[in-house]
């Protein structure tokens, strides 16, 4: 997560605890296949200078916290449950829920992620168009070579990485042109990443030592999607995944759905009632930023797609001028 996510996770009063359960760092290496280093440059601090520029972070961490923050506010949080319609007039939505259950609220959120469910409920058509590149994926122990995000863009990979989550652990990824690895068994699967991460070295090596685990390996493909405005209808709104997605090239995804979150609580406790209006401010204020996120990390993977040799520093440039202003 970049300073403009960790911004928002500070409004919500957790950033104490995920700084202490997260791992902080403030520069980024730029590494050959055979590990050298090539250059070490100060990331930019998105979320200002007393936030750092980037915190790794294990999922279920960010959840826990989340969960129990929201917990304390006074949410209440039903799991094992989830909708399965809605009907909505002037005032309110009924929701009917896959364990029966029957609520009315004032307002539907949709942060239900890529495939959100509440979107097609909604029937809206979004069309997610993969953008050809597929990426594996480990959690594992970290080693202490590894201290901060290096990448490697040349080689048998599109982009190869990796990223400390906690002073125990960290997440590494090899990206590839996509294809269907879903006939592979976990042992398989293990086998391919193993081969593929054997074209890198360095802190790479310590890495490969610890990819032991079946389990701890993941494959998916880059995707990308951008709803137009609104994101409503009527009292149901889209945010986070659910409105947009883009390929994790930059980064950005995380930040941009804690962002509509926080933009869009802002907008609601600033109205006299939840109309059209409200949404449509909401919608203002967030589709150009996310349009530019959106669009800037799939042009960063269509250059390597197309071995185009783009103009990334100014890419990189734009979009951190656009993240680093207040959401
Ligand atoms: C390979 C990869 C790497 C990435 N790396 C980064 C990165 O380094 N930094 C970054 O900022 N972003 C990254 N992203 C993007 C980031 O993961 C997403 O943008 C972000 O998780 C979106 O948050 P969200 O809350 O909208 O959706 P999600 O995180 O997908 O959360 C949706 C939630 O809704 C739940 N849900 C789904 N359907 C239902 C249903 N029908 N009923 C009830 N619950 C439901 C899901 O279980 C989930 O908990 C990456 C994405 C990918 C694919």
Redesign the pocket.
Known sequence: ??GN?LRVLRQLGVWDEVAATGYAFNTVGLRAPDGALLVEMEDVRTGGPDLPATVGMYRPTL?RILADAAAAAGAKLRYAT??RSFSQDADGVDVTFSDGTVSRYDLVIG????????RSLLGIELETRPTGMG?W?VFTSRPDSVTRTDLYYHGACYIVGY?PTADDSLYA?LVEDVQDRTRLTPAQRLEVMRALAAHYHGPWDDIRDRMTDPGTINY?R??SHLLQPPWNRGRVVL????AH????TI???????LEDAAALADVLLAADRLDQDAFDAFTARRYDRVKTVVAESVQLGQWMLDGVEGNVAALMGKVMAVVSQPA
């Open positions: 997560m970049q996510a959840a989830t909708v942060a239900d992620g890529v495939r959100s469910r509440v990426i994926r990223c990824y998916t880059f995707e945010i986070g995944d659910a997605t883009c390929p994790p980064a950005q995804g995380a930040a941009m759905a």
